[in-house]
């Protein structure tokens, strides 16, 4: 299972910007899709994620309604962040397990967003 995440860049705060993570090879199995971030200088933090059968998405605490993962589990996710905060500055990661995998085995590369104050 490979994973590419796109979609980021420079944006002013207060401005919206949308994700995108594409997944290829044998996505049959796959059970869940996540979205991770990692801020300059701090460990990576979950943001959300999706698990098949199981409803609308979970989100951080911190995502405070201004995050919208959608999309499927086996094709195309996405993250859509609006009233964007300069503390949302990082790379974010999109990443995806299998069914009886606790943690998220497979990650793409990263996209970084940046939020201009």
């Known amino acids: 299972v490979q994973l590419q995440a796109s979609g980021g860049g420079l944006v002013p705060a207060g401005g919206s910007l949308t994700l995108s993570c594409v997944v290829s090879?044998?996505?049959?199995?796959?059970?869940?899709r996540a979205w991770f971030r990692q801020a300059p200088g701090k460990e990576r933090e979950f943001v959300a994620h999706?698990?098949?059968?199981?409803?609308?998405p979970d989100y951080a605490d911190f995502t405070r309604h201004r995050f919208t993962m959608s999309g499927s589990i086996r094709q195309t996710i996405y993250l859509q962040i609006d009233a964007l905060k300069p503390e949302d500055t990082a790379v974010y990661y999109c990443?995806?397990?299998?069914?009886?995998?606790?943690?998220?085995?497979?990650w793409g590369q990263g996209t970084l967003v940046t939020v201009s104050s």
């Open positions: 999706k698990v098949w059968g199981g409803g609308n």
């Open positions: 990443a995806a397990r299998r069914r009886g995998e606790s943690n998220y085995v497979f």
């Open positions: 090879g044998n996505t049959d199995t796959l059970y869940a």
